[in-house]
C-alpha cells in the first residue's frame, strides 16, 4: 500500500461544450515533487482548480490521508492544508510583503494587528527554508524572484503540506529557475508533497520524481521521470514526435529598413522614463530578437515604433526616412506590420467577425470600399482566401464571432491579416505567447519564411529557447536599456540569463553601430 | 485678530463636512467601490438628524438635553446614511452595476425625497427644516459666561461650535487606526486593490466592500448633517455639491486619511475667503465690476479644478475601484 497525501480519482469535469478533464487519476505520494504535463487546453489548469476548490467535478472523488474530502472552496482547501501558487501571483502590489504574508491569516489582538508577531513566524520560515526575503519592501519594488518566494512563504504560513506551482518558471530567468529548482527540492526534503505544473521539459527532468501527462482532458500515464527521456514525454504530451530545432539557413542581411536611434520613451503609468536611449537597427532578411524579462521596456518601445505611443526624444528612420511623428496608418502605409503581444487588446476587435478583422487594415482600400461604403462581399471573398492560405478554422468561416475562436486561430487571424499586405518590417511581440506546440511551430514556419523572402523582422520574446532557435541577433534588454548584443551560435541560455537580469552587460551600441 | 479667528474658526466649520464625507468616500473606495452617491447619502443624513432635532424642540425635552439630543441626531444621520448606502451597495456589489450610474440614480432620489417629506411633515411650501439654536456649543456648556470682548481663542472656539466638530476628529483619527492597524484596514485596502489576491485567501471581497461603503454612508450621513449645521440656514433638500467636492478631497487627499485631512481644510479655506471675501480688507474689492462678488465665489471650484489637474498624474487610486468583482473571474 503506497503512501499517498492526496488521491484525485476517475475526476472528470465538464464544460458546456468541452470536457476539460475525463476521468483523471493523480496521486501525489507523500514528500513527492509530481510534476502535471500537458498542452495548453489539456486540462492541467483545470484538475488543479478542482483540487483548491474553484471548480466542482462532475465525476470522481478527492482523498487526503485515504479519507474522501469534498473541497467546496479555496478556504476548505486551506483547512486541508493544500496551497496554491497561482501563475499571476496574488499578490497585493502596494501591500508589504509581510502584509501580503498574512493577508487573510493575520494574527490579532482585540481586531487589531500583531505585524511583530507575524514578522517572527515569517523570518523563521524564510531561514528555515532558504527563502530569502525583505519583509517591508513593498511588492511593486521587489523582483518577480522575490514575488515567488512570498507566494511561497503565504502557503508555508498556513503550514500548507500539499503545494501547487501553477507554471512557476514562466516569468522567470534562468537563473532565478535554478534557485525555484532547488527550493523546492528543499521543500520535499522537509516533508511538503508538491504538485508542480509545466509543459517546460527540461524543468520536469529536472526536478520531478514522477510525471503524470494529460493530453485533451485525458490521462495519457504516470511514468517516473527518471526512466524517461525527454523524447518520451513530449511524445506523450503532443502525441506524436516533435522536432525541438527549428530548422533555418543562415541568414543573409541587406538594407537596413529600421534604425532607432537615441530613443527614450516615456511609461505609461508612471513619470520614469520605461525606454532610455535606445539605438539599434535591423535589417532586410534577419531576425533581431529583443530578449528581456517582462515589463522591461519592451512594449513601450514596441508602441513608440508602431505609433501607439508618443516618443519623448530620439528618431524612427524606416527605409531611411523619419517616420517618429508618422500616424499609425502612415507608418502601416510605408510597410511596418504588428503582431502585437496582447492579441485581445491591441490585436483584435473581438466582437467584429473574423472577415471583418481580416480587413482591419485595408477597408479603406479601393477594393473593399467605395465612397465610404464597405463592398462586404468583396470583403468576404478576401477573407475567404487568408482563412484558407493561412489555415485559421472557426466555428462558421468568415461571419465566425472572433471572440468564440480559440487562442491559436486568433493568433493565425493576426499573422493572416499582418503578413497579407506584405510588409517590409514585422514586429512580432510575444507572437506564441500561450500557444500549444502544434501552433508555435507553425508561427515559428511563417517568421523565418518571411526572413528568407527578404523582410526584416524584430521578435520581441520572453521565452529563451524562442530567442535563441529563431534569432540571428539577439539584443538584451534590461531597465529600459539595450544591455548586450549577443550572437545565438555563440552565446549560451546562461550567459543570456545574466543580461537578462542585470547582472551583466556590454557596451554594445558603439561597437553595434560600427 | 477678529478677522483671523473668524477665518479659522470658520474653516473648520466647513472643513469638518468635508473631511467625513471624503473620509467616507474613502472607505468606500478602498474597498472597490466608487460612491458617487455622497451627494445624495449627506442629504438624506441631514433630512433624518434635522427631523429628529426638530422633533426634540417640538418635543421641550430637547433644549434641556441639547448635546444628549445632538449626539443622538448625528448617529442617526450617519444610521439613515449607512441604510441609503445599502442601495448603492446591493446595485454596485451584488448586481454588478455601474457605479457611476448607480450613483447618480440615488444622487437624484435623495433631494426629490426629502423636499416630499419636508413637506408631508410641514406642510406644503414649508421647504426648510429650522435647526433649533440650542444645538450650538456655547461658554455655558462650559460653566462660564461669554466675555464682554471675546479674546482670539474665545472667538476661534465659541463662534461656531457643534457637537459635529469634535466627533469629526475623533472619526478622523478611528479612521486612521482602523485603515492601517487592524485586520479589518488590511483585508478593505486588499480588496480595493486585487480582489482576487483577497479571494484566493479566502476573503469575502462582497463582504469587506458592504462593509466598506456602510462605513461611507456612515460618514456621509454625518458628514450631510454638519454641513447642514454649518449652513446655518436650515435643512433644504441640498448639500450644494459638497458630496461631489468631498470626493475631490478624496482624491486630493490621496485616499489617505491624514492627507484627505489637510486637503479638506485647504478647500474649506477658500470656501471661506470666497465668502467672508467682503471682511477681509486686505483683499482687492474690484469695484468697477458688476457682481464682483462672484469672482470670489469662484474661487474654490477654480482651486479645485487647478489643483486636480496637477496632482491628478500623481494619484495612487485603488487599482481596482470601480469594478465589479466576479467570482468566477481569475
Redesign the interface.
Given at each position: 500500500m503506497e503512501d499517498y497525501i492526496i488521491e484525485m480519482l476517475h475526476i472528470t469535469k465538464e464544460f458546456p461544450g468541452l470536457k476539460a478533464n475525463d476521468d483523471i487519476t493523480l496521486q501525489l505520494r507523500r514528500g513527492e515533487i509530481h510534476a502535471l504535463l500537458g498542452e495548453n487546453g489539456a486540462g492541467k489548469s483545470t484538475l488543479m482548480n478542482v483540487l483548491f476548490g474553484l471548480y466542482t467535478p462532475e465525476g470522481g472523488e478527492i482523498k487526503k490521508n485515504g479519507k474522501t474530502v469534498a473541497i467546496k472552496d479555496p478556504n476548505t482547501a486551506t483547512e486541508l492544508g493544500i496551497g496554491m501558487v497561482h501563475q499571476h501571483f496574488q499578490l497585493v502590489h502596494n501591500f508589504t510583503v509581510l502584509q501580503n504574508i498574512i493577508l487573510g491569516a493575520e494574527t490579532v489582538r482585540g481586531g487589531f494587528l500583531r505585524l511583530e508577531e507575524s514578522r517572527k513566524k515569517v523570518m523563521e520560515l524564510s531561514e528555515r527554508y532558504g527563502l530569502k526575503i525583505d519583509t517591508d519592501a513593498l511588492i511593486e519594488d521587489i523582483t518577480v524572484g522575490m514575488q515567488q518566494r512570498v507566494e511561497i512563504l503565504k502557503m508555508l504560513y498556513r503550514d500548507n503540506e500539499v503545494l501547487i506551482f501553477d507554471e512557476p518558471t514562466a516569468m522567470l530567468t534562468p537563473q532565478e529557475i535554478d534557485e525555484l529548482m532547488q527550493i523546492m527540492k528543499n521543500l520535499s526534503a522537509e516533508g511538503k508533497s508538491i504538485l508542480f505544473i509545466s509543459h517546460k521539459l527540461n524543468e520536469i527532468k529536472a526536478v520531478a520524481d514522477r510525471c503524470t501527462v494529460l493530453r485533451k482532458g485525458k490521462c495519457v500515464g504516470t511514468v517516473e521521470t527518471a526512466s524517461a527521456s525527454k523524447e518520451d514525454l513530449s511524445e506523450m504530451m503532443v502525441g506524436r514526435r516533435v522536432d525541438f530545432a527549428v530548422a533555418k539557413e543562415e541568414a543573409k542581411p541587406g538594407q537596413t529598413v529600421l534604425e532607432v536611434k537615441q530613443l527614450n520613451v516615456t511609461g505609461k503609468s508612471h513619470l520614469k522614463k520605461a525606454v532610455k536611449n535606445i539605438s539599434f537597427d535591423v535589417k532586410c532578411g534577419e531576425i533581431v530578437c529583443i530578449a528581456g524579462i517582462d515589463g522591461n521596456g519592451q512594449s513601450e518601445l514596441v508602441y513608440a515604433l508602431t505609433g501607439l505611443m508618443n516618443t519623448e526624444s530620439g528618431s524612427v528612420l524606416f527605409n531611411g526616412e523619419d517616420i517618429t511623428k508618422e500616424s499609425v496608418r502612415k507608418r502601416n502605409m510605408k510597410g511596418l506590420a504588428h503582431i502585437p503581444e496582447d492579441r485581445h487588446e491591441y490585436g483584435l476587435i473581438l466582437d467584429y467577425s473574423l472577415a471583418q478583422n481580416l480587413v482591419l487594415k485595408k477597408y479603406f482600400f479601393d477594393d473593399f470600399q467605395k465612397n465610404g461604403f464597405i463592398d462586404f462581399n468583396a470583403v468576404d471573398e478576401y477573407a475567404d482566401k487568408l482563412i484558407e492560405k493561412y489555415d485559421i478554422r472557426s466555428s462558421s468561416g468568415a461571419s465566425s464571432s472572433t471572440r468564440s475562436m480559440s487562442g491559436g486561430n486568433q493568433q493565425k487571424a493576426i499573422v493572416a491579416r499582418e503578413l497579407d499586405y506584405d510588409p517590409k518590417l514585422l514586429i512580432a511581440v510575444q507572437p506564441t505567447r500561450g500557444m500549444d506546440v502544434g501552433a508555435i511551430e507553425y508561427i515559428h514556419k511563417q517568421i523565418i519564411a518571411q526572413r528568407d523572402a527578404g523582410k526584416a523582422i524584430l521578435l520581441i520574446s520572453l521565452e529563451l529557447d524562442e530567442v535563441m532557435n529563431l534569432s540571428d541577433r539577439i539584443l538584451v534588454i534590461y531597465e529600459g536599456e539595450i544591455v548586450g548584443q549577443l550572437e545565438p551560435k555563440s552565446t549560451t541560455v546562461q550567459e543570456l540569463g545574466l543580461y537578462m537580469a542585470g547582472a551583466k552587460r556590454s557596451d554594445v551600441l558603439t561597437e553595434g553601430r560600427e | 485678530m477678529r478677522i483671523a479667528a473668524d477665518l479659522l474658526g470658520s474653516t473648520i466649520l466647513f472643513g469638518v463636512p468635508l473631511l467625513l464625507v471624503a473620509l467616507g468616500g474613502m472607505f468606500a473606495e478602498r474597498s472597490g467601490v466608487i460612491n458617487l452617491a455622497l451627494e445624495g447619502i449627506m442629504i438624506i443624513g441631514a433630512l433624518a438628524g434635522c427631523l429628529f432635532l426638530r422633533s426634540a424642540n417640538l418635543g421641550g425635552w430637547g433644549v434641556n438635553s441639547p448635546q444628549t439630543a445632538m449626539f443622538i441626531a448625528i448617529i442617526i444621520a450617519g444610521v439613515i446614511g449607512a441604510v441609503f448606502s445599502l442601495l448603492l451597495s446591493f446595485a454596485a456589489i451584488n448586481l454588478k452595476a455601474n457605479q457611476t450610474i448607480g450613483g447618480t440614480a440615488l444622487n437624484q432620489f435623495a433631494p426629490a425625497f426629502a423636499v416630499v417629506l419636508t413637506w408631508a411633515i410641514q406642510g406644503q411650501g414649508q421647504t426648510s427644516i429650522t435647526i433649533p439654536t440650542w444645538v450650538r456649543i456655547t461658554q455655558a456648556n462650559f460653566g462660564f459666561a461669554q466675555s464682554a470682548s471675546p479674546g482670539f481663542f474665545e472667538n476661534l472656539i465659541f463662534k461656531s461650535f457643534y457637537l459635529t466638530t469634535p466627533i469629526a476628529f475623533i472619526l478622523l483619527i478611528a479612521s486612521y487606526v482602523i485603515l492601517y492597524?487592524?485586520?479589518?484596514g488590511?483585508?478593505l485596502?486588499?480588496c480595493g486593490?486585487?480582489p482576487?489576491?483577497?479571494?484566493?485567501?479566502?476573503?469575502s471581497v462582497y463582504k469587506m466592500r458592504y462593509i466598506g461603503t456602510t462605513i461611507s454612508g456612515f460618514l456621509g450621513g454625518i458628514g450631510g448633517l454638519a454641513f447642514t449645521v454649518a449652513a446655518g440656514s436650515g435643512f433644504q433638500s441640498t448639500v450644494a455639491g459638497y458630496g461631489f467636492l468631498a470626493l475631490a478631497v478624496m482624491i486630493f487627499g490621496n485616499w489617505k486619511p491624514l492627507s484627505i485631512f489637510g486637503a479638506s481644510m485647504f478647500f474649506a479655506f477658500f470656501k471661506v475667503i470666497s465668502s467672508y471675501s467682503g471682511s477681509i480688507p486686505f483683499l482687492p474689492k474690484f469695484e468697477n465690476i458688476t457682481n464682483s462678488s462672484y469672482i470670489y465665489q469662484c474661487i474654490p471650484y477654480v482651486v479645485t479644478m487647478l489643483v486636480l489637474i496637477f496632482t491628478s498624474?500623481?494619484s495612487?487610486a485603488p487599482?481596482a475601484e470601480g469594478q465589479p468583482y466576479d467570482k468566477g473571474q481569475?
Open positions: - | 492597524k487592524t485586520k479589518l488590511l483585508r485596502r486588499s486593490e486585487h482576487q489576491a483577497a479571494a484566493s485567501v479566502g476573503i498624474k500623481r495612487q487599482l481569475r
